[in-house]
């Protein structure tokens, strides 16, 4: 059983996910894969938004790196590659999301990257079973649990949450805006992650950097004891049709 099994049962009491919690673990050194346990590698290439989902379907713990990676957005944003001329100049967003150079050169130069070089390999695992110390924690929900991770967020500090995102490469943006901020992320699934990494129409994506996560969970607690819940109660009154039903059957009883 994980050390991080405690983390995972108190999430899964306010939140009741569908699928696991992920712990992601950025490695520096690509020697350092061989330190986790029951680690699996890739036999082919494959996205970094598949990794997280052999994690959260399936419980296994899986490391990727530069050569086992295929998301050419991703190994940007995580640092893997540098990021060439043309892209930067939006050629890989051009007629594919914008319609002019102009606009796909802002969205490529606003893209989260990690510096070039920083991170190695890349580490997923189902949170109850890793025996690593991550650096985040993606949980994959529907609205209504992810609001509920706002609003533990929120407890401490109040304020407004904001969600940033351009719409592709969703899960490496997830960890580069999470590492560089040092703060709670959510994102909507991309087209990569729907059609390769098997995300839902309903799903959103939340990225907590650890330090984050004690607050987030005294958040959780505090506002589920004031009545902010999941899944969402509902009003239980009284049905009027079958008092109506009740009243017209006896009024025919006494005819």
Request: proline residues 5%.
């Amino acid at each position: 059983m994980g050390k991080w099994k405690d983390l995972d049962d108190k999430l899964n009491r306010y939140l009741r996910l569908a699928t696991f919690p992920i712990a992601v673990k950025l490695l520096e050194e690509e020697e350092e894969l061989q330190k986790i346990n029951w680690l699996k590698r890739p036999e082919k290439k494959i996205a970094l938004c598949q990794i997280f989902s052999y994690s959260r379907y399936y419980g296994w713990t899986i490391g990727l790196t530069q050569e086992d990676n295929v998301c050419p957005l991703a190994e940007i944003a995580v640092g893997f590659v540098e990021p060439y001329e043309s892209f930067l100049e939006g050629q890989f967003f051009v007629g594919r999301y914008h319609k002019t150079p102009e606009g796909a050169q802002k969205t490529s130069k606003m893209i989260s990257r990690l510096p070039y070089g920083k991170i190695k390999a890349i580490v997923s695992g189902a949170l109850h079973r890793v025996d690593f110390d991550p650096d985040f924690i993606i949980i994959y929900g529907n609205s209504a649990q992810i609001l509920r991770i706002i609003q533990g967020a929120l407890w401490n500090e109040g304020g407004r949450f904001t969600i940033s995102t351009f719409g592709d490469a969703v899960c490496a943006d997830t960890i580069s805006n999470a590492f560089l901020t040092g703060k709670l992320q959510i994102a909507i699934p991309c087209l990569g992650d729907r059609r390769f990494g098997l995300a839902k129409d309903s799903d959103l994506v939340a990225s907590i950097p650890l330090e984050m996560i004690d607050s987030i969970l005294e958040g959780l607690e505090g506002t589920h004891k004031a009545g902010s819940r999941y899944p969402t109660p509902f009003e239980i009154s009284t049905p009027e049709f079958f008092l109506k039903m009740s009243e017209y059957l006896e009024e025919a009883k006494r005819m």
